[in-house]
């Protein structure tokens, strides 16, 4: 079945760049999503990119997508400490409305 | 612009108690979807609605479990009778695109049952 995999915590220090890794098992994914939940929030969509694209780049934000290996990895350049908070990988597999959770990999960024 | 409006944002109900959880879809939205978040199971869909349709809700737990969209502008998810381990936050997001490719949640609704 679908599933959705991701490293559950990450901590870097302010100014560094922050990598945050996915894999996912669905080879039919469409598009594949990253959002952004602090403290008490709803979910904030970052980014998002089509399955046929290999890279995406939004500022500080750049998306690799390897569909080979099912890897999704979404880097912050210049990590500030607002930038703390859990990020979700989400894939929406063929023609349904239906995303695909991972659980969610908690940045911590140290002053 | 107003995102996805959410009411209440907390409720405490006791076991056997009826709750009604209501949202407002970005206007002009076709799609809306229905998610609960646990500690335990993460994000799930509970049930999504394209043009007030329900179209897959095959996430909804049980029949205690129900959900409305009566207007492109408003749904509401019910749960009767309510049970401790409905205790979640649940979000409800929309999306302008018919099959969702975009969703934009909204604050979500603590829900805690005594």
């Known amino acids: 079945g679908e599933d959705v995999e991701q490293s559950l915590f990450l901590s870097v220090r302010e100014g560094d760049s922050s990598v945050i890794n996915c894999t996912y098992t669905?080879?039919?994914?469409?598009?594949l999503y990253w959002y952004k939940q602090e403290p008490g929030a709803g979910l904030q969509l970052l980014t998002y990119?089509?399955?046929?694209?290999d890279m995406k780049q939004d500022q500080r934000l750049t998306v690799l997508l390897n569909k080979k290996d099912k890897h999704l990895s979404l880097r912050i350049a210049d990590t500030q400490t607002g930038d703390s908070a859990i990020y979700f990988c989400?894939?929406?597999?063929?023609?349904?409305?239906?995303?695909?959770f991972g659980q969610g990999t908690t940045l911590q960024v140290k002053p | 612009d107003a995102g996805v409006i959410q009411s209440p944002r907390h409720e405490v109900t006791e076991m056997g108690q009826e709750v009604t959880l209501r949202c407002k879809p970005i206007?002009?939205?076709?799609?809306l979807f229905w998610y609960r978040q646990t500690m335990m199971r993460g994000l799930e869909l509970l049930i999504y609605?394209?043009?007030?349709?329900?179209?897959?809700d095959s996430g909804m737990p049980e029949d205690r479990f129900s959900a409305k969209m009566p207007n492109a502008s408003f749904s509401t998810l019910k749960i009767q009778p309510s049970e401790p381990r409905d205790s979640a936050v649940y979000f409800c997001?929309?999306?302008?695109?018919?099959?969702?490719?975009?969703?934009?949640f909204g604050p979500g609704t603590r829900l805690t049952v005594t």
């Open positions: 997001a929309s999306s302008p695109a018919p099959q969702g490719s975009e969703q934009y």
């Open positions: 669905d080879s039919s994914s469409t598009y």
């Open positions: 990119i089509f399955s046929n694209m």
């Open positions: 989400a894939e929406k597999s063929g023609n349904t409305g239906k995303l695909i």
């Open positions: 206007s002009g939205h076709n799609s």
């Open positions: 609605f394209n043009n007030n349709v329900p179209i897959d």
